[in-house]
């Protein structure tokens, strides 16, 4: 699962970063969950070109021809031709028509409305759009429309596109198609010259189920991955994806790379490096946890966003590692990331009540109301950590209650007596996650 727990400004010096607080872990109350549908180390799922194309009507490449500028009386328009059609609309549907709010023009009110097909779309014919557009002759763009129920075609704003663009889009598999299927024909548009492609294939992998990358591993081209890595003028927006693929794909040559990479001194925020972190991990394992441990972790100099990096990797190890690092040795990493850095303790404590780490109860309550933990987000983690303890049920239906329950209701008892108010405030609240 992926838990949104909000946005956070972080100052370390004179600067400030906004970092997006995202919790990968399972679901035991703390924040917002969604279900994993896309890459856990990139951007957020958008539609891609194939995707677009998929979910339109209609389809054009077309042509500018000409165009009226715009008056006191008219927006103006432009016209373009027709070059070739990529997508045919057809009879409107059966579907479409119930879902229509508004009456179809030639039907009485009240009517069932019939099916209507739309024009028929063939090269060289025109389409006119309101709205002035400035071009010069045989500039291409694409349209994309949506037919409605009395079939007139409603066409998008023109998409400008080049001749190697349209073909990369027409040819893509569709999103219909497995994603072992169809990811292998993006894989060799990444870092394209054509920056429109290569930011389109980037989205493809961005939109895919992390089980549906880990399919490529024998097809990666690792050796570009470890360039695409270790090279600064790699897009940082594309970096967490690169780190990741190479971990799955790669060797101990490419973890030195990634070592390099990860251990470089930075005060600024680097996008993606905690997908490298991630691969990292795939590739070496407890060896290179100790590695995250000490230059980002115990440091207390390294920048808050370095460190907040190595747990997200640590968090991805938890969720896709399948055993590549043991559960409880990625436990010791948090509880060692509680005690060096408590400006992130309310997030380590929920991620190690998501991770059962009920033996850490009397710890944190040692820790309730010390100077560092002394602030209502950690005592609200720590008072919720007990709730979630309590709610750990074993299935079976044993008689014996388990020594955790019991000792998380003697801890929030007293915790109650301590501030009944927050108590009150976190039991409310997490009822209702």
């Known amino acids: 699962m992926i838990h949104l727990s909000g946005v956070r400004w972080l100052s370390r010096g004179a600067g400030r970063v906004l970092l997006s607080l995202v919790v990968l872990a399972g679901g035991l109350g703390w924040g917002v969950s969604t279900s994993v549908v896309a890459c856990p180390f990139c951007a957020s799922p958008s539609l891609t070109l194939a995707e677009q194309l998929a979910k339109s009507d209609a389809g054009v490449l077309v042509q500018w021809v000409d165009a009226e500028k715009p008056t006191k009386e008219s927006i103006g328009s432009t016209t373009y031709a027709i070059v070739e059609i990529a997508r045919q609309p057809g009879k409107t549907s059966e579907a479409s028509l119930k879902k229509s709010k508004f009456d179809i023009e030639g039907t009485v009110p009240g009517e069932k409305p019939k099916a209507a097909a739309a024009p028929k779309l063939e090269k060289g014919k025109k389409i006119v759009l309101e709205r002035f557009r400035e071009g010069k002759a045989g500039d291409l763009s694409l349209l994309l429309g949506s037919q409605t129920p009395s079939g007139v075609i409603e066409w998008g704003n023109p998409l400008e596109v080049t001749e190697a663009l349209y073909q990369y889009m027409i040819q893509a598999p569709s999103p219909e198609t497995a994603g072992d299927k169809r990811l292998p024909y993006f894989l060799k548009f990444l870092e394209a010259a054509d920056p429109t492609i290569a930011g389109d294939a980037y989205q493809e992998f961005a939109n895919a189920p992390y089980k549906d990358i880990t399919t490529l591993a024998d097809k990666m081209p690792r050796e570009k991955l470890r360039k695409w890595v270790a090279d600064s003028k790699t897009s940082a927006g594309r970096l967490g994806l690169y780190g990741l693929m190479l971990g799955l794909c790669g060797t101990a040559e490419d973890a030195t790379v990634m070592k390099e990479k990860i251990v470089e001194k930075s005060d600024d925020y680097r996008l993606g490096i905690d997908g490298v972190m991630g691969g990292y991990l795939l590739l070496t394992g407890e060896q290179g946890l100790e590695l995250l441990e000490e230059t980002k972790i115990k440091d207390p100099k390294v920048p808050f966003s370095e460190t907040y990096a190595a747990r997200q990797a640590i968090l991805f190890l938890n969720s896709y590692g399948a055993g590549k690092i043991p559960a409880e040795r990625l436990r010791a990493s948090l509880r060692v990331l509680l005690e060096k850095r408590p400006e992130m303790a309310d997030l380590t404590i929920g991620d ?82």
């Open 352 to 433: 190690l009540g998501r991770m059962k780490d009920w033996e850490l109860q009397s710890r944190l309550m040692e820790l309730y109301g010390e100077d560092a933990f002394n602030v209502p987000a950690v005592k609200r983690s720590i008072v919720r950590f007990m709730l979630a303890s309590i709610r750990d049920v074993p299935q079976g239906g044993s008689e014996k209650t388990p020594p955790h329950i019991e000792s998380a209701k003697a801890h929030l008892e007293t915790l109650r007596k301590r501030d009944p108010k927050l108590v009150a405030e976190a039991e409310k609240f997490f009822s209702l996650d």
